[in-house]
């Protein structure tokens, strides 16, 4: 909705305000608009489109979360370098179920941008390692799956890296 820069433009001048207002002894009106410049400083940390296309897929609404994700023009300009790493990770997410080579440019872009969660990035890795076995890329695939295991600390894809193990001896 706000570029990164106008939330901290609005965060300052609600800050200003609001340490005008403790001056003049509305003690009330300060502490509100302490709370309000709260709200825009978590939104430059965490941007509303990107939430709200993460709540859309959770409830598997692909449509949804592209129409969320196509409200967001130019990313680099109005997102953080996380937050980009995260919008090229659902990206990739969509994209995945139609066209495995364009989601692979996504997923590529988001390791090299950065998740902040690691669980997230072991997701990404092993859908890159998915693509790679796919390609018949079982080298790039094996060592995609090595680091997904590694990122995995609560070994909650653990049965998918065991089922790609199995698929891999195949190949």
């Known amino acids: 909705m706000f570029n990164k820069v106008y939330k901290l433009v609005i965060t300052a001048i609600l800050v200003l305000v609001a340490i005008w207002q403790f001056?003049?002894?509305?003690?009330?009106?300060?502490?509100?608009?302490?709370l309000l410049a709260g709200i825009f400083v978590f939104l430059y940390y965490k941007n509303e489109m990107i939430l709200?296309?993460?709540?859309?897929?959770?409830k598997q609404d692909?449509?949804?979360?592209?129409?969320?994700?196509?409200?967001?023009?130019?990313?680099?300009?109005?997102?953080?370098?996380k937050?980009?790493?995260?919008?090229?990770?659902?990206?990739?997410?969509?994209v995945s179920q139609t066209n495995m080579t364009q989601a692979e440019k996504f997923f590529k872009r988001a390791v090299k941008m950065g998740l902040s969660m690691k669980q997230d990035l072991a997701m990404a890795k092993l859908n890159l390692a998915g693509i790679?076995?796919?390609?018949?890329?079982?080298?790039?695939?094996?060592?995609?799956?090595?680091?997904a295991k590694k990122l995995d600390k609560h070994?909650?894809?653990?049965?998918?890296?065991k089922m790609m193990k199995q698929q891999m001896k195949k190949i």
Do not use: C, S, V
Request: aromatic fraction near 12%; charged fraction near 25%.
């Open 155 to 161: 070994n909650m894809l653990d049965e998918q890296i």
């Open 83 to 94: 937050q980009q790493g995260y919008y090229w990770y659902l990206h990739g997410l969509m």
């Open 52 to 58: 709200m296309a993460f709540l859309r897929l959770r």
């Open 62 to 81: 692909f449509l949804g979360a592209k129409k969320w994700l196509d409200k967001i023009k130019d990313p680099e300009k109005a997102l953080t370098q």
């Open 132 to 147: 790679a076995m796919t390609k018949r890329r079982k080298r790039e695939a094996q060592m995609l799956l090595q680091e």
């Open 23 to 34: 001056f003049e002894g509305n003690i009330g009106n300060g502490i509100f608009l302490l």
